[in-house]
């Protein structure tokens, strides 16, 4: 697409792959009924936000981001170019190949119940990463497992099932730390264990008044 595909009036679909391209500045907006697998998709300078009723699997997914902009207040304003991911119902997770946000973007991936990583080369890259999983079904220990290569993350883990959070950083990383700089910057999960590996510094960052997680 020359110019965006769903601006304004997000795409309502029924399908079970989707191969979408904007070239120039513009959106993707998809709202699809059931499960979707995201085989190529990417914005050369606009947010991409897709929500599913089923699991979402994201074989590549690039928000190129060639403005170089970077949404301050992580709100999904004019400004974000951020790659939005949404899962909803009971058991649907996130299944994650590669996703790439470019230059300051976001990643913002939420779960009815799992996010995971579906190979070793599997990567998400940005610079804040904020994942929600809800973590409905009792299918696994680790509701959060993730390869990245990311500057801030912040994860939470609700639900009443094991769920632990699993994190393999190529590089440095500050957790419980975003754009957002709210309360809900934190690590948490209700019923599970936190392990986070990194190439280089972790840093936890905490804020007066506010309770970085960190949490099992």
């Given at each position: 697409a020359h110019s965006g595909i769903g601006p304004g009036n997000p795409l309502?679909?029924?399908?079970?792959?989707?191969?979408?391209?904007?070239?120039?500045?513009?959106?993707?907006?998809?709202?699809?009924?059931?499960?979707?697998?995201?085989?190529?998709?990417?914005?050369?300078?606009?947010?991409?936000?897709?929500?599913?009723?089923?699991t979402v699997t994201a074989i590549d997914v690039v928000s190129s981001n060639a403005s170089q902009s970077d949404d301050a207040d992580g709100n999904g304003g004019p400004a974000s170019r951020d790659i939005t991911l949404t899962a909803n119902g009971v058991g649907s997770d996130i299944l994650v190949s590669r996703i790439t946000a470019l230059h300051g973007a976001d990643v913002i991936l939420t779960?009815?119940?799992?996010?995971?990583?579906?190979?070793?080369?599997?990567?998400?890259?940005?610079?804040?990463?904020?994942?929600?999983?809800?973590?409905?079904?009792?299918?696994?220990?680790?509701?959060?497992?993730?390869?990245?290569?990311?500057?801030?993350?912040?994860?939470?883990?609700?639900?009443?099932?094991?769920?632990?959070?699993?994190?393999?950083?190529?590089?440095?990383?500050?957790?419980?730390s975003s754009d957002v700089n709210d309360a809900s910057d934190q690590i948490l999960t209700a019923n599970g264990d936190v392990s986070v590996t990194a190439g280089g510094t972790i840093e936890v960052v905490a804020r007066p008044g506010v309770d970085p997680g960190i949490d099992a």
């Open positions: 309502e679909t029924r399908i079970d792959r989707f191969v979408g391209e904007v070239s120039n500045p513009g959106e993707i907006h998809l709202i699809e009924e059931d499960a979707i697998t995201l085989e190529s998709v990417s914005t050369n300078d606009g947010p991409i936000t897709i929500q599913a009723g089923g779960a009815g119940d799992d996010i995971l990583s579906i190979e070793p080369a599997s990567l998400v890259a940005a610079d804040d990463l904020r994942l929600t999983a809800t973590n409905q079904s009792d299918d696994q220990n680790e509701a959060i497992r993730l390869t990245t290569e990311v500057n801030d993350l912040v994860a939470t883990v609700t639900g009443p099932f094991r769920g632990d959070v699993t994190i393999d950083e190529t590089d440095a990383i500050r957790l419980a």
